[in-house]
């Protein structure tokens, strides 16, 4: 029997027969490499652990402070920093038996001098020059306020943090991820940077309120420049020093966990930012480092550096990277931003018109690797954790277990979903809609593969595109969401809105994601301070108090979010099998399917309503409606009289009044 008969993607998945032996070929090369680690290291969490290694670590043995660098094409470095009064040349590192740059520093000697909070660089020399850097494995990186340069700080607290979350498991949250995507920094209403404490204390209890059980983190890795949203990474070990302490970092993830609530990273290894005097490009004198040499190491879309992943320093460090966040922040799991990008040398930047796409040219197969080794070190290191894959292409087995023939992640985004809600919403008129088309793009996922479903993320937020909301209503919504003040606009983009909301939770995935704010339409889109804005804080905030306010409409859509959500977690909706569509009327634009045993109705019709509208159903009884977009709750028009039962027929089909552009959802009495 060929090895290839043994990987169960093959044998569930007929159409990959052709490709039988190119994902044998995958799984026996992560085989071949994962052993080779086990051999060297003994195992993969023991690879995963150089951050205990290199950086700065005090050696209770040898009483003293040692610091370790890798950086091969140096030809010398030297410690520097407000321990030795910036001296370029007092401090000099030598190569250990390793071939790894290191100095001891006694503790005797420095105990005044090297302390908590000072500030520390590294000179190296190498082919690029004297350049003065920043300790590739520092966990904690301050801008100076006046010169704007960053520095390594030296983080000793006097006092560990004491974490009260013993008692908290994922294991519900995984079941159904209900995620949050959020940014701290700008997750507060005031005109200016938000912090840790902050979010934990401001925001936190609205995400717990709200019903969601998972919180995605972005821009936590410290990045130079605020306006890349985090994606600029220059610091890998570091929580960015603009939104407060690691502690008060830990102290948000700590009292989520007390809330319940699970928390994962946006983890940026997919590119890094080029910069020289912040972050890793050409650390020891080499273009060739971390990153790949030339054009290949370059995106050109991004404007970043490419890593290597073809190299052990750099599948160790970023592994290393992985492990450090959940072992010492307690994160429960990632998000793996551009994971197309990573997969392809072609980053994605083509058509997936051909399966040998996925499996021969174009493939980087050293990326494939470190994903199926990122992935064991995950779920390896803490059972029931989450990995989700930001991947477009639809490479087969993304998301199937490594010894089906996967790659091991637990969710891909369904990134087709929101792309295809924006261009439904731009270019077509509503009656121009298709149900044909909507049932397919919200279905049409590998059975196998679980998928985070989402209407919009952060992409569709920021500047220079449109929320679904602005999209909908656009410079209406500045003059008319008073609730005294109809408006045929805002009538119709909050009834789509909700549509469009339930649509995709209730059909497109296994989880859901939303955007911070968006869940009650929040008005403006993204944007960051940045020259071209003056500098204004204005687009990089939350206004919360829109939602909170009686007088305007943004309630209602706060309200719908959270009936929406407690009725998805309530019925155990998103772990139940895919919808099983029961009626299709594409004339009438209406579409009615069952999931986790509820009836959902759809009406899309931009103007006629339906007294005693008929349908099927699998099982007889009564009905009762459970959720109905037309509530004035919800900015609804009362429409439907809640109180009543829906009886079946000895046919099984349900007689119910059905309005224009509302969804309603059953369940049997």
Known sequence: ?????????????????????????????????????????GSILEFASAHQYYGFHYDSFRKGWIYREWAPKAFQLFLMGDFNYWNRGSHPMKKNHHGDWEIFLPFEEYKRSFVHES???VLVIGENGSLDRIPAYIRRVVQDTENHDFSGQLWFPPQPFKWTDSGFSPVENIKQPLIYECHPGMAQEK????????????????????????????????????????????????????????EELKYLLNKAHEMGISVIMDIVHSHAVKNVNEGLNEFDGSDHHYFHPGGKGYHEGWDSKLFDYGKSKVQQFLLSNIRYWMEEFHFDGFRFDGATS?????????????????????VDWDAVLYMQLANTVIHKFKQNCLSIAEEVSGMPGLCRPLEEGG???????????????????????????????????????????????YAESHDQALVGDKSIAFWLMDKEMYFHMGVEDPNLVIDRGIALHKLIRLFTISLGGEGYLNFMGNEFGHPEWVDFPREGNDWSYQYARRQWSLVENANLKYQFLGNWDKAMVSLIKDFNVLPSAPANQLYMDP???????????????????????????????????????????????????????AALDYPTDEELTLRIYVPNRTALVLKKL
Not at 21 to 41: G, M, P, S, T, W
Not at 193 to 214: C, H, M, Q, S, W
Not at 342 to 362: A, M, Q, S, V
Request: glycine fraction near 8%.
């Open 342 to 362: 990573i997969l392809y040398l072609h980053h994605g930047n083509t058509d997936f018109d051909n399966p040998e796409k996925y499996f021969r040219d174009g």
């Open 191 to 246: 005109e200016g940077v938000g912090t840790y404490l902050e979010f934990a204390d401001n925001i936190l209890p609205r995400i717990k309120e709200g019903g969601y059980n998972t919180i995605q983190m972005m821009a936590i890795m410290e990045h130079p420049y605020y306006g890349s949203f985090g994606y600029h990474v220059s610091n890998f070990f570091c929580p960015t020093s603009r939104f407060g302490t690691p």
């Open 587 to 641: 004339k009438n634009k209406i579409i009615v399917f069952e999931r986790g045993g509820l009836i959902f109705i759809f009406s899309f019709n931009i103007s006629e309503s339906f007294f005693g509208y008929a349908f099927k159903v699998p099982h007889s009884g009564n009905y009762r409606i459970v959720l109905n977009s037309d509530d004035k709750k919800y900015g609804g028009f009362e429409r439907i009289n």
């Open 407 to 453: 790659l091991g992640f637990d969710f891909r985004l369904a990134m087709g979903i929101p792309d295809f809600w924006i261009k439904t919403l731009k270019h077509k008129t509503d009656e121009e809609w298709d149900l044909f088309e909507m049932w397919h793009e919200l279905t049409n996922r590998p059975k196998k593969e679980k998928s985070i479903a």
């Open 1 to 41: 029997m060929k090895k290839s008969e043994t990987l169960l993607i093959v044998k569930e998945e007929p159409w990959l027969e052709a490709y039988a032996q190119d994902i044998e070929d995958r799984y026996l090369r992560y085989q071949i490499a994962l052993k080779e680690i086990e051999l060297q290291f």
């Open 119 to 121: 500030k520390v660089k």
